[in-house]
């Protein structure tokens, strides 16, 4: 049985090693993380907390931590295969540990579930030294919107 390529995945595969400061996303854009491995069904990528990523504590903001999180796994969906935009209805986190400036970490998201309307995924930030910064679950739902419709 002959599979027909993916076209996404193949797109990002060629971005992996890269900053990932020109997708359709502007709030990713400017994150601007490195892609470092993605599939069908995983995506890993690393951020270097930056000043303007931080709360009045020196700390990687939550906001920026849900901003990550949420980015990170879209784009993982985006690659899973549905011909249709698919919108998260939801996102949940809990924050862990915090992340200084300078410092790296990496967002972790897995796809746990693909149904035929809502896609399951879960998420992390880790430091490099293996530690828990934050994890997320999230839910996105299948719209009507065609991607082929928005240029994809």
């Known amino acids: 049985m002959e599979t027909t390529p993916n076209l996404r995945l193949e797109l990002f595969k060629a971005q992996i090693g890269k900053k990932l400061d020109q997708t359709p996303s502007?709030?990713?854009?400017?994150?601007?993380?490195?892609?470092?491995?993605?599939?069908?069904h995983h995506i890993r990528v690393s951020y270097t907390v930056r000043p303007?990523?931080?709360?009045?504590?020196?700390?990687?903001?939550?906001?920026?931590?849900?901003?990550?999180?949420?980015?990170?796994?879209?784009?993982?969906?985006?690659?899973?295969?549905?011909?249709?935009?698919?919108?998260?209805?939801?996102?949940?986190?809990?924050f862990l540990s915090s992340a200084q400036v300078g410092e790296t970490i990496e967002v972790t998201a897995?796809?746990?579930?693909?149904?035929?309307?809502?896609?399951h995924w879960e998420a992390v930030i880790r430091k490099e030294s293996g530690k828990f910064v934050a994890k997320?679950?999230?839910?996105?739902?299948?719209?009507?919107?065609k991607l082929i419709d928005l240029g994809f």
């Open 26 to 40: 502007a709030a990713g854009n400017w994150l601007s993380g490195t892609l470092v491995d993605i599939d069908e």
């Open 52 to 94: 303007d990523m931080c709360n009045p504590g020196n700390i990687l903001h939550g906001g920026i931590a849900s901003l990550m999180l949420d980015d990170v796994i879209g784009m993982g969906n985006f690659v899973a295969g549905s011909e249709y935009l698919m919108s998260s209805i939801n996102l949940n986190v809990d």
């Open 136 to 145: 997320a679950s999230s839910n996105l739902i299948k719209t009507h919107v």
């Open 110 to 119: 897995k796809l746990v579930r693909s149904g035929s309307n809502l896609n």
